[in-house]
């Protein structure tokens, strides 16, 4: 029975390259801009509250 099944295996199908990525890699996209944007707009608070703080 297992040479019957190994003797007719299919070629693998090609796929485009040029495919949509998915709604995954979009999604992981999406996250990964808004962390980032949340991370630079922490950064610049951090860094207006230290200029208006008094030096010791």
């Not at 040029?18 to 922490?42: I, K, M, S």
């Amino acid at each position: 029975m297992l040479s019957v099944l190994t003797a007719h295996v299919p070629a693998p199908a090609d796929e485009p390259r040029d495919r949509d990525p998915g709604f995954l890699t979009l999604a992981f996209t999406v996250v990964r801009a808004l962390r980032r944007e949340g991370r630079n707009a922490f950064e610049r608070r951090c860094a207006r509250a230290a200029e208006t703080l008094p030096h010791a």
